[in-house]
């Protein structure tokens, strides 16, 4: 609805992507003590997530005034700044291919699992990537 209403007004692409992401992200607060550190990681790290979190705190202040959410997120926030996360992935496809894997959908699919690990703080070089997906997946 907030994209309709957005395209009638005549705002730019990139502003209504903003807001849209707002309004379809604003109820995902509501359960980030229950978040995979994984999920959360990935949650906080969208372009926008300082106009979401404000917009988090407006909207309780506004109604229940129940911070207790967006204290948590910013005590979360304080912690991954202390560690914040290498730039390139870990490991890419030419790596699998290296260690006896077979170019094709399977490749995909142990990257994304190798940087969910990453984001989780499981994993975190290239070697400890490597020793995880010999462990876990075989060529």
């Known amino acids: 609805m907030s994209q309709e209403i957005l395209k ?11 807001i849209v992401s707002a309004v ?16 959360l990681r990935r949650f906080m790290s ?3 997530f300082e106009e979401e979190l404000e917009l988090h705190r407006l909207d309780c202040l506004a109604g229940s005034g129940d911070l207790s959410n967006w204290e ?11 560690e914040p996360l290498p730039t390139p992935p870990l490991l890419r496809g030419r ?19 190798v940087e969910e690990k990453r984001l989780e703080g499981s994993v975190r070089s290239e ?3 490597e020793r995880w997906v010999k462990k876990h997946f075989h060529p």
Do not use: W, Y
């Open 8 to 18: 009638r007004l005549r705002f730019d692409r990139r502003t209504r992507e903003r």
């Open 24 to 39: 379809e992200n604003h109820l995902r607060f509501f359960d980030v003590r229950h978040m995979r550190t994984a999920t």
């Open 46 to 48: 969208k372009d926008n």
């Open 72 to 82: 948590f997120v910013m005590e979360k926030k304080q912690e991954l700044e202390r």
């Open 95 to 113: 790596d699998l291919v290296r260690l006896g894997f077979r170019p094709g959908p399977r490749i995909g699919e142990i990257l994304r699992e």
């Open 127 to 129: 070697e400890e990537a």
